[in-house]
């Protein structure tokens, strides 16, 4: 049966098979009559592809667009952020697992059209909307339509994802994106194929299409795991691609692991192990390095590339003390890099 406030979806293709193809992603699900996509919000309903997550948040939060984590786009200001039920990937140590491995049918989801989500910002005056918590690919008509009003009203719009999505969907899904953080989760294929069942290049290839095919401003975010992608070889490669590939302006938050989902078994993440990947990252001659999910306020700060004046100073999400000129270093002059 056809809800009312199912959508019916984009980027897919009907097969000689009768099924359905899905092009969201690289995932691309063969999904059967009455069967869903890996992402569970993407079925087969009489031959056509819906989006059952459509309009379906499970919750709406205003936070600090540092929590995003996002340090260089507009620091200080308030954020308005939600997701809906189901993922795109399947990482075994998920910190929302309860969120991205719901079902929707299984969630208390609300009904807000894409006017009540911009109307909420509005009302709070909030000037940037997050899609997160879960993958917002898998909402991408969602993004679209909410992200093309929140242009008009002059509200930002901010991916959290994983940036696994096909080249041309993506083209679709981000035209009205002001912003992004993107999880790089580890920077060798085995991590990615065992433990996210998705794969690297894939993502490589987003991050590389964002910083030089787009004027979206974008940070990257790497949750260090113990034992897993946090050997100093993978953290110093991860770093070179990015030198070579990005720049060196786009900033890179390592953020500490806590033991979840399926890999409870593991320790939680050692702050010295964050702080000796923060220090590999600016040996390599990245710009901007931040530490996340713990209280470490040297690596939760920004300081100047050049003089390394501390320019913005960080308390965990909150800013305790800001001597910026607007986008320049009030010290030196120096523009540093984001939207200020």
């Not at 897919?12 to 059967?32: A, V």
């Not at 997701?83 to 969630?107: M, P, R, V, Y």
Request: with cysteine; aromatic share 12%.
């Amino acid at each position: 049966m056809i809800s009312q406030n199912y959508k019916l979806a984009d980027w897919w293709e009907t097969k000689d098979n009768g099924k359905i193809l899905c092009t969201l992603c690289p995932r691309y699900c063969t999904i059967g009559e009455g069967q869903k996509g890996f992402c569970f919000i993407r079925e087969n309903i009489d031959g056509k592809l819906y989006s059952t997550g459509y309009g379906r948040p499970i919750g709406f939060a205003i936070d600090p667009i540092e929590k995003k984590p996002l340090n260089h786009f507009y620091p200080g200001s308030q954020i308005l952020s939600f997701g809906t039920a189901g993922c795109n990937l399947g990482c075994k140590f998920c910190q929302n697992w309860h969120i991205s491995k719901a079902k929707i049918d299984e969630t208390n989801a609300l009904y807000a059209s894409p006017e009540d989500v911009i109307n909420l910002a509005k009302n709070h005056n909030v000037p940037s909307i997050a899609f997160t918590y879960n993958d917002p690919t898998i909402f991408g008509e969602y993004v679209i339509d909410i992200s093309k009003i929140a242009k008009e009203e002059k509200i930002n719009s901010v991916m959290v994802t994983a940036g696994y999505i096909d080249k041309k969907a993506r083209k679709d899904v981000y035209k009205y994106i002001d912003a992004a953080n993107v999880d790089l989760k580890a920077f060798t294929e085995q991590f990615y194929h065992k433990i996210t069942f998705s794969h690297l290049n894939d993502v490589l290839d987003t991050l590389f299409w964002l910083k030089h095919e787009t004027d979206i401003w974008f940070e990257i975010t790497t949750l260090l795991i113990p034992d897993e992608n946090d050997s100093d070889d993978e953290i110093k490669k991860m770093c070179d691609w990015i030198l070579a590939n990005l720049g060196d302006t786009v900033p890179l938050h390592f953020t500490a692991f806590h033991p979840d989902f399926k890999m409870r078994d593991k320790s939680r993440t050692p702050e010295a192990t964050l702080i000796r990947a923060r220090n590999i990252a600016l040996k390599t001659g990245l710009k901007y390095c931040y530490l996340g999910n713990i209280h470490n306020k040297e690596g939760q700060s920004t300081y100047c590339p050049n003089c390394k004046e501390k320019l913005i100073e960080r308390n965990w999400h909150s800013i305790t003390s800001s001597h910026m000129n607007k986008s320049k270093c009030s010290n030196c002059g120096f523009e540093i890099d984001g939207r200020f």
